[in-house]
Nanobody, 125 residues
Framework: QLQLVESGGGSVQPGGSLRLSCTASGVTLDYGIIGWFRQAPGKEREGVSCITGGYSTTYSESVKGRFTISRDDAKTTVYLQMNSLKPEDTAVYYC???????????????????WGQGTQVTVSS
């Protein structure tokens, strides 16, 4: 089974940047899709971004133009470069993955079978 471990979270001021990393390991690395969700205190989890095995990317409207998702060719590590951070970006960020996916809604929690432990991102002045 896939195991996902996030790193790179921290506290930054508005306008700052962070780069999150997710290391995938397990029996297989042949996931079909991998990405990031986040959950702010008192709010439901929301999809942030994802990338497929074919390198197709998807972003939520709230982060489009500010965040960039990428992965290495070996599918071992996935990154989320977060620029121009805003206080509303404060949340626990989770790395998520699934061996298969459906194109109807790639930022739905129902699409993902594997979740990391999460890493805290705090944006405040």
């Amino acid at each position: 089974q896939l195991q996902l471990v996030e790193s790179g979270g921290g506290s930054v001021q508005p306008g700052g940047s962070l780069r999150l990393s997710c290391t995938a390991s397990g029996v297989t690395l042949d996931y079909g899709i991998i990405g990031w969700f986040r959950q702010a205190p008192g709010k439901e989890r929301e999809g942030v971004s994802c990338i497929t095995g074919g390198y197709s990317t998807t972003y939520s409207e709230s982060v489009k133009g500010r965040f960039t998702i990428s992965r290495d060719d070996a599918k071992t590590t996935v990154y989320l470069q977060m620029n121009s951070l805003k206080p509303e970006d404060t949340a626990v960020y989770y790395c998520v993955a699934s061996e298969t996916y459906h194109s109807s809604d790639l930022l739905s929690t129902a699409e993902y079978d594997y979740w990391g432990q999460g890493t805290q991102v705090t944006v405040s002045s």
